[in-house]
């Protein structure tokens, strides 16, 4: 049974600093993409930022210097790390791992989400 667990959101203010972690069971991990989406209330899924099993990482733009994503092979486990948290960071974050190996694939097994809340 595959299993994505976030954990570490919450209620933070702007400026504040929060790390998300997802733990991956169930599939491999260490040579699979892996990736944070959000849902802001009202508006559509967006995707934050993957890091490559190759341990290279991206973002979307109004992320940039302020995110850090990274994984550890030996526990299983992506987090994201978010300084400077500003109020239209609010939203239900996401993990997800993609369904291929080496970069192939889409991201097809998700988690349940956790809540993050930035009050300005």
């Known amino acids: 049974q595959v299993q994505l667990v976030e954990s570490g959101g919450g209620l933070v203010q702007a400026g504040d600093s929060l790390r998300l972690s997802c733990a991956v069971s169930?599939?491999?991990?260490?040579?699979?993409?892996m990736g944070w989406f959000r849902r802001a209330p009202g508006k559509e899924r967006e995707w934050v930022a993957t890091?490559?099993?190759?341990?290279?990482?991206n973002y979307r733009d109004s992320v940039k210097g302020r995110f850090t994503i990274s994984r550890d092979n030996a526990k299983n486990t992506v987090f994201l790390q978010m300084n400077s948290l500003k109020a239209e960071d609010t939203a239900v974050y996401y993990c997800?791992?993609?369904?291929?190996?080496?970069?192939?694939?889409?991201?097809?097994?998700w988690g349940q989400g956790t809540q993050v809340t930035v009050s300005s």
């Open positions: 169930g599939r491999p991990f260490s040579n699979v993409d």
């Open positions: 997800a791992s993609k369904g291929g190996l080496y970069g192939s694939g889409s991201y097809d097994y």
């Open positions: 890091i490559t099993w190759r341990n290279l990482p």
